[in-house]
RNA sequence: GGGUCGGUGGGUGAGUGGCUAAUACCACCAGACUGUAAAUCUGGCGCCUUCAAGGCUACGUAGGUUCGAAUCCUACCCGGCCCA
């Protein structure tokens, strides 16, 4: 029997909280339009949006009509959602560059697709309300009362950190997006993660206020470890979907290295796998279980960087993890001159110019820790240097604990 | 605008003149055990250093008091609460 989308995302994991079930399930019976948003906060989108990333493309497979939003215009107020105090203004020439990169890298994930793909900027609109307009024909919908009842709100009253009008205009501009794209796109479902479950259901009660029509809202699960913790970050910060700010094989790494726990849900929700699979991976007991990680992390690595990256940066951990040696050519490399390896290269100034270190103390400790290897082997000095019979084909191997490695490359001249 | 309370390291949050580079917890890093997993245990977690006894910078910003300040004073910036 014909199993309906609408299922197929529930068994996947991608609903958290839908606006009304039904009506969602009857709407998707025939192709639509949907939107998501991303707020230009950063120069990169990063593994946060790749759930509703994964939703969208699913959705897109099905037939339905993806509307891609940057947030140029919101990203000029700053969303306040699961913010502990009131986040700074970025600069407009911030969120401009932001939106730019946002716009192209959500692009690139999408081009793919076969669907129609439309990516749109909200400040082309939002920019050009005008203040009273807005406020008799928008904001008069909009009670204060229930916008400070939510948690988000609530939370930062009762923690006595403030709020300030800016902040609580968000709600409204987003809302207002929704009812912009449902008149001009014919836009009925906006998704999201499930911190935006607040914004998002403003949105549909404004499209039923003003145009009496029913609108829906989606939101999935964040994604966290099974002890709650957000997924995604790691010692630099967020993993990026930008190859730039983490590169694919640091990428896959991060996949490769998740708990057992978080396998099946992860399969589920980011990569394309049909379901028997990710059931029968997940399965898989003991070591075994690294097969199914090793798929995971490919299959995630290239939908956001391709296949090229994600296989190269597979056979880079295969070679530098499996037990033949091999080729080192995925991970990170650094390039010396002949006159600085001729100079004689300290381990403390490399672990500091491959990164593999964040500062000399850092490097130092690492060392003194036992954590820092060359070539494979221990370090056990700080005052280690390395020479021309270190660099055994022009290149010397770095590691920094059981996982992080960096190759250093002496330039042929 | 007036009054009052507050702004501490990636986060939460102690500290109210020297014993404080700053308690604790989380996050993070390394070691051990493993399966590039989890849990657990151990160590670390500002920067620089010839690593040791050292030096430098840091507790909203700028000055000041003091032998000595995150801690006291002044001004300013930002925020909470009350009043307008």
Redesign the pocket.
Known sequence: MHTSLYQTLATRGFIHSVSNTDGLRAALERPCTFYVGFDPTAPSLHTGHLIPLALAAHLAEAGHHPVLLAGGGTGLIGDPTDR???RDLLSAERVAANTRAVRQQVDRLFENEQADVAIVDNAAWLTQLRYLEFLRDIGRHFSVNEILATETYRAR?E??????FVEINYRLLQAYDFLHLFREHGCILQIGGSDQWANILAGVDLIRRIEGEEAFGLVTPLLTT??G?KMG???SGALWLDPELTSPYDFY?YW??????SVERTLALLTPLPMDEVRALAAL???E??TA??RLAYEITARVHGNEAAAAARDG??A??GRDGGSSAAAPQTRVTQEQLAAGLGI?DLL?TTGLA?????????IT???A?ANEQRVNS??VVFDADAFQGGELLLR?????YHRVLVDED
């Open positions: 502990a105090e009131t009253l923690s006595g950190q403030g709020l300030n099974s002890t913790q970050k790691t010692a790494q490769i290295n998740i708990e057992d726990a007991r003991g070591a279980i690294r990680k090793e951990a295969r530098l993890f403390v500091l964040g500062s000399r103390s850092a490097a130092r400790r690492l820790q036992g954590g290897y700080p005052d920094s604990g059981k996982k992080r």
